[in-house]
């Protein structure tokens, strides 16, 4: 059969899917006892088509995370170039060295700091840039050797190489918990981690346990699936 969706219910879907992160955002935020608007919704639009984007954008959604730099450069350097300025970009997926500078220039926030020599790219590319993102520091709370991220009894040393020795200032801490393990001991973990080495922001939470990072203290969630539809990597 023939694909009958059209602009606009594709459009309303994803306004409804949104519309219902938001009140599950707002009630576990009730239940934390915190306000709403203490954390912010990213939507990951990674490996989604075109037309899903304009769809949110169309919602007045203003920040997404991006997992590829060079995804990211055609989507918001050319598809949706025109709707650039207003929205902030969050590159969530990990940064090869040799594409920071393209990062520094594209994202306002790179939330996958994880080892030194990030650090001297960062660096690097600071002295030549206008702008410059914020920095988030990616912990490896599972401690996966498979993924990136920064071991938990590491982070103390590293972030204080990062402010001191690179002259970076880290906003905050960011987290994936191992997928088959419950995720609230990560968020404490991380939690627990960011007040040790003095930062307030908490990038935790995904489409499956956005509700219970936000009771546990996450200044932002990471949606794809839940807010765009399953994606299509065919």
Known sequence: MPDTTTPDTITSDIKSKREEILNRMAEAARRAERSA???????????????????MLETGQKVFGENRVQEAQTRWGKTFASQRDGLELRLVGPLQSNKTQDAVDLFDVIETVDREKLLKTLAKAREASETFPRLFVQVNTGEESQKSGVAPKDVLGFIKKMREEYKLTPEGLMCIPPLKEAPSPHFWLLNKLAAKVGVDKLSMGMSADFETAIEMGATSVRVGSALFGERDYS
């Open 37 to 55: 608007d203490e954390t912010a919704l990213v939507a990951i639009s990674k490996v989604q088509p075109d037309a899903r984007i304009a769809a």
